[in-house]
């Protein structure tokens, strides 16, 4: 381990040795080290037309983050939040000047992490070095909830010297993430799939135009829109297909499994029994699902989970119809004895199993699927499909 002093005002903990490496400078690591300690990330190179926004005196700022730590900060990613510790770097350009023309010979005080949840801490490690830690915000999407992705971004901001007089330009050698980072809850490594040198991580450059600045006048501006120079890191986290198949999906699969038993037994008898299974694993799934929206917020739309528990729903309703049907259809007949003529009692089990072999199969593998597909149409498929159980419901009547 090895420890850095934060101006004399503290020391750095014990670090992992490519934490060590990022410290003392990338450059002193062989070739081989530097393939097997330290994971770039791909860069995103946007179309931004530049020379509408800088002059030619803009200040070209090479910057760079390397990720050191993750975290899901209180109440999960779910939440829109999670934690980062990563070394931010600054230089002049290429040839690593620093910066000590701006703000007194601390650029950062220039800095604004745009997307941060209160203050972050920063502490100091030489010319151009900083260590960062604190919470940020993210927007969730969780339509595919729980076989969904999400983009953890940091936005690095310049908050008081427009695009005319400072610039960022990404450094891949200076960006990366340290591949000791575990998260907890999602997949085991960052790394990318597709290139196992690399992190699951990109970066780009961009702007961001605010109304009015700090000082019309000084910066000679005569309207109140100004445009500051932003960087973004985004790291891509995949939750682990095995956790959603295994606790969210397999438990209402298998309470689906004594509704599939009800249309396989005999039509007429054992009404009672099947209305109490039916009714159980209605029950059941609705106490497993309430259990799991409470671990999201509040979303305006429904999420993977919810349109699979949906279906479950329209298998036990369509149970319930059928046993509902039966029932007034040969009510007269049950109440004065008489026995049911065998055609009735055939025709009665073909059609049961045809809903358990052919509607039931349907719903799951082909209308949850494109319903999951075309997330758009939140209302539209459910009428439709709607439409089809009725004509379903009359067939069994």
Not at 264 to 280: I, Y
């Amino acid at each position: 381990s090895s420890s850095g002093s934060n101006g004399g005002n503290g020391t750095l903990g014990s670090k992992h040795d490519d934490e060590e490496k990022v410290q003392l400078g990338i450059d002193i690591a062989s070739a081989s080290e530097r393939q097997n300690g330290i994971l770039h990330c791909r860069s995103d190179e946007e179309e931004v037309d530049w020379s509408k926004e800088v002059t030619d005196g803009a200040t070209e700022v090479t910057i760079g983050i390397y990720m050191l730590n993750l975290g899901t900060g209180e109440g999960g990613l779910e939440r829109g939040v999670f934690y980062a510790d990563f070394l931010l770097y600054l230089t002049r350009d290429a040839e690593g000047q620093t910066l000590k023309k701006w703000h007194k010979g601390d650029p950062t005080k220039e800095l604004s992490f745009s997307n941060a949840k209160g203050p972050v801490q920063m502490r100091t490690f030489g010319a151009g070095v900083h260590r960062v830690s604190g919470n940020f915000f993210f927007s969730p999407d969780l339509r595919w909830f729980p076989f969904d992705s999400q983009k953890l971004e940091v936005v690095v901001e310049q908050m008081r010297t427009p695009l005319s007089g400072w610039v960022f330009r990404g450094s891949e050698r200076l960006t990366g993430m340290s591949p000791s980072i575990r998260f907890p809850g999602w997949q085991g490594s960052l790394r990318d799939p597709s290139n196992h040198t690399l992190a699951n991580c990109r970066t780009r450059e961009g702007f961001k135009v605010y109304p009015g600045a700090p000082d019309m006048a000084k910066l000679g501006s005569g309207f109140g829109n100004v445009t500051f120079s932003r960087y973004t890191y985004e790291v891509r986290v995949d939750r682990p297909v095995w956790q959603g198949v295994l606790m969210r999906f397999l438990p209402p699969g298998v309470m689906l499994v004594p509704i599939l038993f009800v249309y396989l037994a005999e039509p007429l008898k054992g009404t009672l029994a099947k209305v109490s299974v039916c009714s159980g694993s209605l029950v059941t799934i609705i106490l497993f699902h309430s259990g799991v929206v409470t671990q999201l917020p509040p979303v305006g739309y429904l999420t993977l989970f919810d349109k699979y528990v949906f279906c479950f729903y329209l298998t036990v309703f369509l149970a319930l119809v059928s046993i509902a049907a039966g029932l007034l259809a040969f009510r007269e007949q049950e109440d004065v004895g008489h026995v049911y003529a065998p055609a009735v009692v055939d025709a009665l089990r073909y059609r049961q199993r045809v809903v358990a072999g052919v509607v039931t199969p349907v719903t799951f593998f082909a209308f949850l699927p494109a319903w999951a597909t075309f997330s758009s149409l939140q209302a539209l498929p459910v009428l439709a499909y709607a439409a089809v159980l009725v004509v379903v419901v009359s067939w069994l009547v």
